[in-house]
């Protein structure tokens, strides 16, 4: 094993590129010769990640064989940003639990944990600055601690992965109003963010200061989704206010995102924000801003064209809580859909594929997120060219079970490949190797 | 931690008594004295176990605090058997992922894995004596070498679990012939085997001799559950033989069946059958068999009348297979019903709760285990007097809840307790202390 650099800053674009060279064996399981070379240890860990898929287990000569030996490869990911989310707001997923699925996620080559920590129904994370919050936590038991988030951090860093973490206001924020009632637009209409009030300002710059030590990713979701804005409408301080201020409630929905995405950028972080906000106001958004996809096709196109960047996550196809969407419609789904000019292209930093919470917890987020992911991944990481097209159940199912079966045998419950709805239970007996 | 006695041995009835005395702590995590002790390590381990969920972080004062100290507890358990089975023909499991189950099991001190090996579809592990027999696996990956059973035998020894093996005689062993086709009446006809040739017992001896050596549980399973003789009268060389023998197909079911157990029994086991058997022959049956009963209610009362010893799994609450049978009903099952004799009572060893593998595999076979098997446990573990009964919503589901919680923050993958259907994902967002 060969590393370049010394370098351990994990960063979006890191060089994740190896070269791979494994001699032919003579049928013993002592591998003669295996060189893997990279520029970084990131490199080093996909190199090795695809060593270990290349070697297997002979039971009849109880060794360890590598598979169609000899190998020569020279492998280094197509995107650099490649995300799966998951939402510990709808459902708290213990710690344990958050770090299998990111020990699942190295073994697709995925880099980025997009932690949706926070959403209307609970607020799970300790923030030192404002000790109130986590009373919006479902119960005392459901949290985070500091400690557990620099955990976190620090197993994901271990494995080549990013956290980018998120808060998602002004909407999906109910559950801050628990600790700090203030919050709320009134209480009995209890979000968006109460965006008249400087405290609610201080909040999101105390959490962003709080969370800047612990999640290093120079990326940083502000959410900015599905906002509706009755509330600001019908709480009289936020409607006089509104009005003292000339603002219409999408004025004020762009008012507050760009002070949050200043809040952001004053802690020397690229914001993230959810395409209804380039929907609303693209050329007001900070020019840094990336525009993350989800409600169809066509956005990244449209954003790039303005200058963005952007991460496709189109949720007719990459919604893993869409459990009709099989396994081909998640491979097929391309990034670069409509984008023809190379330097367009290099706006799109990839994609990520979405395990929303509300009917996912520790009972079924394995089986939901696998295999599905998987077939995203390989999107994500190889080369355009290289991608299965055409009967694709011929060329990329079978790599499908086959690596599907491999998360099984690393204790990952990863689901069955075609069944008609994702994690849904083997329907008979059978191999692993064709259900 | 006091242990009495330096006794390693793991068998049936091994003393897993303990007694636990924690003091009251002073808010801080320095607990300030727990003392176990215990005849045995096993019963230390079931000590560590109370101790272990007795704990708990606490996130307002970051230190682990003892729930409601002080505690003076002692404790053993009402039976000395407290099953689970796993069946790995109908789908493989690899053994990483039995070894979570294990370990899940000594969360709710289960002490027993039946292991079903061997059935119809496939026939998984490696026998030595005759290696021609795992070519009946469903593929050559999904395979147990030697040293695979031994490694699961030693890893459920370390947490006090021992493991009965089964082989599931004559019927269900459709597999064995894919090695060996003589073992099949015919070649259309491939079960019950051939109780004409001797090569069908020496394979019979020769795969136990092998097994002897892994397990060292001296109870071992024969199966003989559904044994459909039509076979037996189609093949002509079987239909001269049961002539000649001026048998019956049920004579000759009898006499497989109490051939395989004079094997078993010459090599110091225990037999062990699935109720057929006694229902169709009980006064033949060897006086050591103990009777395991599925079928329905009744059935142990009656063996052990005839002196047999009994193990309850009425497929009506304790199949965990049956999805549509809720918590409350597996919790309700007693292994005692009827039997009001204490003499009597002592000769139901225990329980066991049963995961057919039809459609439970890697993916879900932990929510479809978990939370109702700890139901079960609770009932088998518990004094008799000390489970609840009356409204049980109340008392012992909140300890359900709770204890399903604690699977989850342990990684284990316990589905919701109050869902219609076993294994069903969670309805909405929400606590898991509810759900």
Redesign the interface.
């Not at 919470?357 to 520790?362: I, K």
């Not at 099984?408 to 204790?411: D, M, S």
């Given at each position: 094993m060969f590393v370049v650099s010394g370098l351990l800053q994990l960063q979006l674009g890191v060089d994740e590129s190896y070269t791979l060279l494994a001699a032919k064996t003579d049928g013993q399981s002592i591998v003669r010769e295996v060189i893997i070379e990279a520029n970084t240890i990131y490199g080093a860990l996909r190199g090795l990640e695809t060593f270990s898929q290349l070697c297997?287990?002979?039971?009849?000569t109880?060794s360890v064989q590598i598979y169609k030996a000899p190998w020569h490869i020279r492998d280094k990911p197509r995107f650099a940003y490649r995300g799966l989310l998951i939402d510990t707001?709808?459902?708290?997923l213990?710690i344990?639990?958050i770090k299998?699925i990111i020990e699942s996620m190295s073994y697709a080559k995925l880099n980025v944990l997009h932690w949706h920590i926070i959403d209307e129904?609970?607020f799970p994370l300790?923030v030192p600055s404002y000790p109130k919050l986590?009373k919006g936590s479902?119960?005392?038991?459901?949290?985070y601690?500091v400690?557990d988030a620099y955990e976190i951090v620090s197993f994901a860093k271990g494995r080549g992965i990013n956290v980018m973490a998120e808060i998602d206001v002004p909407g999906h924020a109910r559950s801050w109003g628990i600790g700090y009632p203030a919050l709320w637009p009134s209480h009995t209409c209890r979000e968006p963010l109460d965006l008249t009030k400087n405290f609610t300002f201080d909040v999101i710059s105390g959490i962003l200061t709080d969370m800047r030590k612990i999640f290093p990713f120079g990326l940083f979701h502000l959410g900015g989704d599905e906002v509706n804005t009755d509330c600001w409408n019908s709480a009289p301080h936020i409607k006089k206010w509104l009005l003292n201020q000339n603002m219409t409630a999408k004025d004020a929905y762009q008012y507050f995102v760009l002070r949050a995405q200043e809040i952001a950028i004053s802690k020397n972080w690229t914001p993230v924000n959810w395409e209804e906000t380039f929907n609303t106001f693209a050329s007001r958004l900070n020019p840094r801003t990336i525009v993350h996809n989800w409600l169809g096709g066509g956005v990244c196109p449209k954003a790039i064209a303005q200058g963005f960047r952007c991460i496709f996550s189109n949720q007719g196809f990459w919604y893993l809580d869409h459990l009709d969407v099989p396994w081909d419609d998640v491979y097929n789904a391309e990034p670069l859909e409509g984008i023809t000019d190379a330097s367009e292209q290099k706006l799109v930093i990839g994609g990520e594929v979405c395990m929303w919470?509300?009917?996912?917890?520790?009972?079924?987020i394995?089986?939901?997120i696998w295999p599905r992911a998987a077939a995203a991944a390989e999107r994500l990481w190889s080369r355009r060219e290289a991608i299965s097209s055409g009967n694709i159940n011929s060329t990329a199912l079978p790599r499908l079970h086959y690596f599907r079966?491999l998360l099984?045998?690393?204790?990952v419950?990863?689901?069955?490949v075609t069944n008609e709805y994702a994690?849904q239970?083997?329907?008979?007996?059978?191999?692993?190797?064709v259900?």
């Open positions: 297997s287990f002979d039971y009849d109880k707001s709808r459902h708290y213990p344990g639990v299998q129904q609970s300790e986590w479902y119960t005392k038991r459901e949290r601690s400690e919470g509300e009917t996912a917890d520790t009972s079924d394995q089986q939901t079966c099984n045998g690393r204790g419950h990863a689901a069955p994690r239970p083997p329907i008979g007996p059978g191999s692993c190797y259900q």
